[in-house]
């Protein structure tokens, strides 16, 4: 395409007639709208890309954050990477004996037994929902909510994994951040990241309990490996 076609004369030839004009008042405006469209698709995916600018001093999580779960317990020691945008924020190590935090849709302190928060779950279609609510106050304030969506292949993903031993997917927390700590009934955001990881880890136990896959998960997978090497073709003709 010649370059008066994508962005249009400079000037208006003196000579030109109405139909000149009007040709050249069009292109001018599609040039510009492209311009715009380009840019703002560009910081769109470049906000997606990177996330939200991370405003939180060391040792603290935002108020958002997502929970990768590894691909295979031979893959790594880490069950869960903490993370926002392209940034790895901290690893979790768990085993059963955390578990006694959470316990009947209620999570406790495991010294004391004191209880700290009541959980609501349920599932929609290939969503995984856990709600935090404070105790006694009938749902009306939300403590933190942590969400696990079903998603296909890595190798179909707009934006590759961060590491490829975690490569699943796997929870977005969203909470009230540590500048509610005035808030009683404040939870420290471990106890999230702890409950995501208990789920996790027995989703994990549960998947891998049986030798073989069923016939259902290996045509999935199949068909996964295939829309996969589809789009690497795709994009190798980009």
């Known amino acids: 395409m010649s370059g008066w076609a994508r962005d249009g004369p400079s000037s208006v030839p003196a000579t030109a007639d109405n139909s000149s004009r009007l040709r050249w008042s069009v292109m001018h405006a599609l040039a510009k709208h492209r311009h715009e469209l380009e840019r703002d698709l560009h910081a769109a995916l470049l906000k997606a890309f990177l996330g939200p600018k991370l405003q939180v001093l060391p040792g603290q999580l935002p108020g958002s954050f997502e929970a990768d779960e590894r691909g295979h317990p031979s893959l790594s020691s880490d069950l869960l990477h903490l993370v926002h945008g392209r940034m790895l924020l901290g690893v979790v190590y768990i085993g059963g004996v ?40 009938q749902g009306s304030r939300v403590i933190a909510r942590l969400q696990r969506r079903w998603m296909p292949p890595s190798s179909t993903w707009l934006f590759p994994p961060l ?53 259902l998960q290996e045509r999935a997978e199949e068909w996964g490996r295939q829309l996969g090497q589809a789009l690497q073709w795709l994009r190798s003709k980009w």
């Not at 004391?112 to 856990?130: A, D, E, F, N, Q």
């Not at 969203?174 to 990881?197: C, D, I, N, R």
Request: proline residues 5%; hydrophobic residues 40%; glycine residues 10%.
């Open 163 to 215: 590491t490829d031993t975690h490569d699943r997917g796997g929870w977005v927390v969203e909470w009230e951040g540590h500048e509610a700590q005035h808030k009683s009934g404040w939870m420290h955001p471990a106890v999230f990241v702890l409950t995501a990881g208990c789920y996790s880890y027995d989703m994990e136990a549960r998947r891998f309990a049986e030798p073989g896959m069923s016939a």
């Open 98 to 137: 955390f578990a006694a935090a959470v316990l009947d849709d209620i999570v406790m302190e495991p010294l004391t037994g004191r209880l700290m928060g009541v959980l609501y779950k349920y599932y929609t279609p290939g969503v995984h929902h856990v709600y935090f609510y404070l105790p006694g106050t």
